[in-house]
């Protein structure tokens, strides 16, 4: 009776680690995808020169800014 209920357990402990290897698994394998999207595309701003990932960037106009400082001052050269 003991021994089944010990088996038991034991078969419950075996399955939740695998279980919990299979899920750190998937969650490195996942890592690599997430990172591709954040590869961020530099470029230069037309009033400063800096440059900026384009995620971070203005738009005015139909050109990119680094900041909306920059995109202001465009607004003002035009
Ligand atoms: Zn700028």
Redesign the pocket.
């Known amino acids: 009776m003991l021994s089944k209920l010990i088996f038991f357990i034991l078969l419950g402990l075996l399955l939740f680690v695998l279980w919990q290897k299979k899920r750190v698994a998937r969650i490195r394998r996942e890592e690599p995808v997430k990172k591709v999207p954040e590869a961020k595309k530099m470029v230069q701003?037309p009033?400063?020169g800096?440059h900026f990932a384009e995620v971070d960037g203005v738009w005015y106009n139909g050109k990119m800014?680094?900041?909306g400082q920059?995109a202001d001052k465009a607004k003002a050269r035009s």
Request: glycine share 0%.
């Open positions: 701003c009033i400063c800096v800014y680094c900041s920059c």
